[in-house]
């Protein structure tokens, strides 16, 4: 299916990543699809450029990232390792990514065992019959191959500690800018919700509208038209469906950024086509993406914690869903006071007014 709907090799592509990952997953068994999609976009989030100048050094650096919460550390970089090599080679076999593996020209490594050795070393090395020389070439070999093993691997580690380096300073510095940003507004009232019994829960939890207005303040989608908003502050006219235009811009780093986030949780339309049947969306309406927002809440294990008051957790939940929240988990913990207080202001708006003893009906 997906031969259908990219060029042929070796001719100029115009699919963006977000279009390469949507027909990647149709590839994917459904059962597989979410959890795909979910560690393609934190992939993305992660190297911030595009998959095409994307490295192994960048996939072994998104493997070892220590903000990703797992029960097993070892078994969750195994999946991110596998699940993103396996983009980006579905990327380079249909020909929207370059192939930039460059041909093995490198003779071939022969395992250190004595076989080998006879075959590869000159006549005037190779072993005899006898079990001491044996051993000690044995034993030789051996320690080569774990001096090697050894090497290799403190290289490894040394490039990734780089790596993580370079990327800590990198939010020092951008950090700085995340907790000067001005959000617009610090209050952002949810239009009435739909006078049907369907939609009555969890919408009208107070706590649960005054999380998705806080959205709305830190995305920039705040008012009647928050619903229209467009990546790069443009609208879209109808709710039929996602707009699914990709719109380009500047983002706080000065890099160029594009998306086809839309609506007022700036979905991606990979999101959208994933969680909107979850809720039998008709359409791109507002209802539906109060609907589709909070399904997503549920996903990643937070729509509890906001039910029962613990907002700060929700926020470390949600940060790779809402980059806004910030970028990283140190970037959130720096926003953290400014994100409660958002969400204090607009949960005050849904708090009924306290009744004073004089207000109170006389029995």
């Known amino acids: 299916?997906?031969?259908?709907?990219?060029?042929?090799?070796?001719?100029?592509?115009?699919?963006?990543?977000?279009?390469?990952?949507?027909?990647?997953?149709?590839?994917?068994?459904?059962?597989?699809?979410?959890?795909?999609?979910?560690?393609?976009?934190?992939?993305?989030?992660?190297?911030?450029?595009?998959?095409?100048?994307?490295?192994?050094?960048?996939?072994?650096?998104?493997?070892?990232?220590?903000?990703?919460?797992?029960?097993?550390?070892?078994?969750?970089?195994?999946?991110?390792?596998?699940?993103?090599?396996s983009l980006l080679k579905f990327g380079r076999q249909t020909g929207i990514l370059p192939n930039t593996q460059k041909p093995n020209t490198q003779k071939q490594i022969l395992s250190p065992?004595?076989?080998?050795?006879?075959?590869?070393?000159?006549?005037?090395?190779?072993?005899?019959?006898?079990?001491?020389?044996?051993?000690?070439?044995e034993k030789t070999l051996k320690l080569r191959k774990l001096l090697k093993i050894q090497l290799a691997s403190t290289f490894l580690i040394i490039f990734v500690l780089l790596l993580a380096t370079l990327k800590l300073f990198r939010e020092m510095g951008g950090g700085a800018n995340a907790a000067d940003e001005k959000w617009p507004e610090t209050v952002a009232i949810m239009p009435e919700i739909e006078p049907t019994k369907n939609w009555a829960y969890p919408i009208n939890v107070p706590r649960i509208r005054a999380f998705l207005d806080t959205i709305a303040v830190t995305e920039g989608t705040t008012g009647p038209k928050g619903y229209y908003r467009q990546y790069t502050n443009d609208h879209f006219s109808s709710f039929e469906d996602h707009p699914r235009e990709m719109k380009c811009g500047i983002d706080r780093n000065n890099e160029k950024l594009c998306s086809d986030a839309a609506g007022r949780y700036q979905f991606l339309s990979t999101s959208w086509d994933l969680y909107a049947p979850m809720v039998g969306a008709k359409h791109f309406g507002p209802t539906y993406q109060d609907?589709?927002?909070?399904?997503?809440?549920?996903?990643?294990?937070?729509?509890?914690?906001?039910?029962?008051?613990?907002?700060?957790?929700?926020?470390?939940?949600?940060?790779?869903?809402?980059?806004?929240?910030?970028?990283?988990?140190?970037?959130?913990?720096?926003?953290?006071?400014?994100?409660?207080?958002?969400?204090?202001?607009?949960?005050?708006?849904?708090?009924?007014?306290?009744?004073?003893?004089?207000?109170?009906?006389?029995?």
């Open 113 to 137: 065992n004595i076989e080998n050795f006879n075959k590869s070393a000159p006549s005037t090395y190779k072993t005899k019959n006898h079990p001491t020389t044996r051993k000690i070439q």
């Open 1 to 85: 299916m997906y031969k259908q709907q990219v060029q042929k090799r070796n001719q100029p592509q115009t699919i963006s990543d977000i279009q390469l990952i949507n027909i990647w997953l149709q590839q994917i068994p459904p059962v597989n699809q979410q959890s795909h999609l979910y560690l393609a976009q934190m992939f993305l989030k992660f190297v911030k450029k595009p998959l095409k100048k994307v490295t192994q050094a960048d996939v072994l650096a998104f493997a070892n990232v220590q903000g990703i919460s797992s029960n097993n550390r070892e078994y969750s970089q195994n999946k991110r390792l596998e699940t993103i090599n």
């Open 291 to 363: 609907r589709v927002a909070i399904e997503l809440i549920r996903e990643k294990d937070a729509l509890q914690d906001i039910e029962q008051g613990r907002i700060e957790e929700a926020f470390r939940k949600l940060y790779m869903v809402w980059p806004s929240f910030g970028e990283t988990p140190t970037e959130v913990e720096r926003l953290m006071p400014k994100l409660v207080g958002t969400y204090n202001n607009n949960l005050a708006r849904y708090k009924p007014p306290e009744t004073s003893p004089e207000q109170k009906p006389q029995m």
